[in-house]
């Protein structure tokens, strides 16, 4: 089965700079990549996804990017704010409806003012 | 977006007890939810996949006659924890799509303690 590796597991950079977060899927497979940010106790909430038809997706300051190849995706924060402080999660599926998402081990993204 | 909730919130119980969750699509139908259980400090692990009108299927090593779920309707979907055990005390959080779409939508999960 799929196989998703995140990293790194913890993430500290100072306001205003740049924050970047990598993950590798094992299914070749697979074609729907989502990022879903999750704050302490809240529910995690999607920011951004990329499907496999496409390298590159950016909306605002977050952008995603896909080497299908290589088999891996980064998610790229620019301008960081401390309220982007959250655990950030990778995640990969083949698509469709119905069909489940297999999840990275996290980020914990610090953004220090 | 769409809105899926979750109810309890939080619940704590004895050990040995069951507890049921509900999730809800609020403005949505789906077909398909998902549960998961996440412990602290770590991921989202999926338990299962709930299917309206037929049997949920179940992850490998996630005990399907302890984790019962029943996927009633379009909109409702309930994870019943039975016998619960200290080692059960998880957060539990479903997940809902719209149909024929692929994006997941969160609940705000149920806390469970169990004593």
């Known amino acids: 089965g799929e196989n998703v590796e995140q990293h790194p597991s913890t993430l500290s950079v100072q306001e205003g700079d740049s924050a970047v977060i990598k993950c590798t899927y094992s299914?070749?497979?697979?074609?729907?990549f989502p990022w879903y940010k999750q704050e302490l106790g809240k529910r995690p909430q999607l920011i951004i996804d990329i499907r496999s038809n496409v390298g590159e997706k950016k909306d605002q300051r977050i952008a995603v990017t896909l080497n299908k190849t290589a088999k891996h995706f980064s998610l790229h924060i620019t301008e960081t704010q401390p309220e982007d402080s959250a655990v950030y999660f990778c995640a990969a599926s083949t698509g469709g409806y119905g069909n489940k998402l297999v999840f990275g081990a996290g980020t914990i993204l610090r953004v220090k003012s | 977006g769409a809105v899926v909730s979750q109810h309890p919130s939080w619940v704590i119980c004895k050990s040995g007890t069951s507890v049921k969750i509900e999730c809800r699509s609020l403005?949505?139908?789906?077909?398909?939810m998902f549960w998961y259980r996440q412990f602290p400090k770590q991921s989202l692990m999926l338990m299962a996949t709930?299917?309206?009108?037929?049997?949920?299927?179940?992850e490998q090593g996630v005990e399907k006659d302890k984790f019962l779920i029943n996927h009633a309707s379009l909109t409702l979907s309930t994870l019943t924890v039975t016998s619960a055990h200290p080692e059960d005390s998880s957060f539990y959080i479903c997940?809902?799509?719209?149909?024929?779409?692929?994006?997941?939508?969160f609940g705000p999960g149920t806390r469970l303690l169990v004593l």
């Open positions: 709930s299917n309206e009108g037929s049997k949920a299927t179940y």
């Open positions: 997940s809902a799509a719209r149909l024929a779409q692929e994006t997941q939508y």
């Open positions: 403005d949505f139908q789906a077909t398909t």
């Open positions: 299914d070749s497979a697979s074609n729907y």
